[in-house]
């Protein structure tokens, strides 16, 4: 597996502006803007086994300097150099909606809880699902495959669980924030799992980032973006996302299509513009995943979790949080490709949305798109089922 740097910008700057005192880095050849502490670490590649939030600033510089130095580009490590990071002493915020705290990581999920334990609670009592089949390719023979076309076990799924208590965290909080709790949301890859994936195969997965300058409209999204979107939009994204793939090569052709320099595209919608970046899979990937248990960012038994993300704490039954945070519609786009050099691969762009509720709940809306919501969060988790689900999660990780 390789991280994708995003792509540049026009101004091939590196903004932090999530801190106190932050400044405006230039790098030549660096990605776009980075705009938060999150973003930061997705684009570097980098995970902590703690939020950054947990950081104080010294402890914060020495460790992300050792990390750069270490693991980075040169573009990424000359940052340090150029423009040294000015941090102030870094605090949670509980109000914000898209922090390091809402996302989980390799190491953990969305506010230090358990990944296995985040992932158990969310399969074990959703409130609301989504379900959206992709037109994926026949991976087990050799790429491309045209002659087979596609077949059925591609398909995005998305959980949403209310109530999810935050005291479960193996991170320490404020007690006032302990005392709350937050809307999860997971959301997954399935590939077809009968067979193992042929060499010839790259699999790359782009996403673009959700944050507070969202496109509302996209919580009634069908699945397709179309109502963000037009047809000639998508359709020119993929013929971008193509011909990058067929002009490139190794990990650099799992590019995000650049919205601003196509015409059908404008204006750029919000949910669309502020950083879409990639992540390339191939064949041992999937592979050598099979018999695995899928975390996020790495294949397990022919799934792929690609985000886990909780909303910000509240009150245990707020219909709010449930509202805002299970309406959100992720675009993601999945790329398959040969690795032959000049070859053109198939795309599909996806909106993920939970909009099927389970018994006792209603699929979450907001009163800016719908009018007034009425959704439901049904019975909140017994403490015998978080139990279970601990239990559950203990013996997935001893596995």
């Known amino acids: 597996m390789s991280v994708i740097a995003f792509q540049p910008s026009q101004a091939d700057q590196l903004q932090f502006d999530g801190y106190e005192g932050s400044q405006l880095c230039h790098v030549h050849g660096a990605p776009e803007p980075i705009h938060d502490r999150r973003t930061f670490l997705k684009r570097t590649g980098l995970t902590l086994e703690t939020p950054l939030s947990q950081f104080q600033a010294v402890e914060l510089n020495m460790y992300l300097t050792s990390k750069l130095s270490s693991s980075l580009s040169l573009a990424f490590a000359s940052l340090l150099v150029s423009c040294p990071l000015a941090f102030s002493e870094v605090l949670p915020d509980s109000s914000s909606t898209f922090t390091e705290d809402n996302y989980g990581w390799p190491t953990y999920g969305p506010w230090g809880l358990n990944n296995s334990l ?117 359709s020119d994204m993929a013929d971008a996302v193509a011909k990058g793939w067929s002009t490139q090569s190794g990990t650099n052709r799992c590019k995000c299509p650049d919205l601003t320099t196509i015409d059908s595209c404008a204006p750029v919608p919000a949910a669309f513009h502020s950083g879409c970046g990639g992540t390339i899979y191939n064949a041992t990937d999937l592979n050598d995943s099979r018999n695995s248990t899928s975390h996020k960012d790495s294949w397990g038994a022919g799934q792929l979790v690609v985000q886990t993300y909780g909303g910000p704490p509240t009150s245990q039954g707020n219909i709010t949080a449930y509202d805002q945070t299970g309406s959100l519609a992720w675009p993601y786009m999945v790329v398959w490709g040969s690795i032959a050099t000049g070859s053109t691969p198939t795309s599909q762009l996806t909106c993920i949305r939970a909009s099927n509720a389970s018994a006792g709940s209603e699929v979450p809306g907001t009163s800016s798109v719908d009018g007034g919501s009425s959704a439901s969060l049904g019975k909140g988790m017994s403490s015998m089922g978080v139990l279970a689900s601990m239990l559950v999660a203990v013996w997935m990780t001893v596995a």
Not at 175 to 187: M, N, R
Request: charged residues 20%; contains cysteine.
């Open 118 to 234: 985040y992932s158990s609670l969310l399969s074990r009592q959703p409130n609301t699902t989504g379900k959206y089949p992709l037109s994926g390719p026949d991976i087990s023979t050799t790429a491309p495959s045209s002659e087979t076309g596609t077949v059925d076990g591609w398909a995005w799924t998305i959980d949403v669980k209310a109530d999810i208590p935050i005291n479960l965290s193996n991170h320490s909080y404020t007690p006032e924030v302990e005392a709350e709790y937050f809307t999860g949301a997971q959301i997954t890859l399935h590939a077809p799992s009968n067979a193992e994936t042929d060499l010839s195969w790259l699999v790359c997965v782009l996403d673009w980032e959700v944050d507070n300058s969202y496109t509302d409209d996209l919580r009634r999204d069908d699945g397709s973006c179309s109502t963000a979107l037009s047809s000639q939009c998508r």
